[in-house]
T-cell receptor, first 110, second 115 residues
């Protein structure tokens, strides 16, 4: 059964304190791993797609990496505006359906 | 601007009442999806549609119904058979281009509560 586990559930950082969020997955035939950001009361906002082990993508202070079993979202020198819930999802079938993790709630204090 | 519009933002349902949530997209996407989000849980798939006039059940379709008469529109009806409808409902769409590896893009959700 396809499964996605995100850790930690919550992460509190001081502004400028770099850290990483983890997404472990089990899927038969990975077609893509997706990272989203979700602000309270809003829909998820697409950040990155990773397709194969070793791939990396960057956007501002965020960098996503992928291995055969997990993905990391590295946050370098975070700012308070990076506070949000970060969702990871995998797609393993041809229908385009995603399996989501429960998310990591990030809080960055000034 | 292209995007996905969900309405209303807040919706209240009385006992025994059916309610319909609207989802419209102007991205020219073929595929559309409905998810339910509960606190502490991941998004769960209710229904999806890959093409007009066709749709499939997701993991938690019981108590819900959909239609796909137009490419731009994918309304979700929460029926009285859904005994625990209080949740945040999210609509998404995905374009073609590669087999199933384009990202899904989301609307800003409808929060449904019971009166």
């Amino acid at each position: 059964e396809d499964q996605v586990t995100q850790s930690p559930e919550a992460l509190r950082l001081q502004e400028g304190e770099s850290s990483s969020l983890n997404c472990s997955y089990t899927v038969s035939g990975l077609r893509g791993l997706f990272w989203y950001r979700q602000d309270p009361g809003k829909g998820p906002e697409f950040l990155f797609t990773l397709y194969s082990a070793g791939e990396e993508k960057e956007k501002e202070r965020l960098k996503a990496t992928l291995t055969k079993k997990e993905s990391f979202l590295h946050i370098t020198a975070p700012k308070p505006e990076d506070s949000a819930t970060y969702l990871c999802a995998v797609q393993g079938g041809s229908q385009g359906n995603l399996i989501f993790g429960k998310g990591t709630k990030l809080s960055v204090k000034p | 601007d292209g995007g996905i519009t969900q309405s209303p933002k807040y919706l209240f349902r009385k006992e025994g009442q059916n309610v319909t949530l609207s989802c419209e997209q102007n991205l020219n996407h073929d595929a559309m999806y409905w998810y339910r989000q509960d606190p502490g849980q991941g998004l769960r798939l209710i229904y999806y549609s890959q093409i007009v006039n066709d749709f499939q059940k997701g993991d938690i379709a019981e108590g819900y119904s959909v239609s796909r008469e137009k490419k731009e529109s994918f309304p979700l009806t929460v029926t009285s058979a859904q005994k625990n409808p209080t949740a945040f409902y999210l609509c998404a769409s995905r374009g073609a281009g590669g087999i199933g590896n384009q990202p899904q893009h989301f609307g800003d959700g409808t929060r449904l509560s019971i009166l």
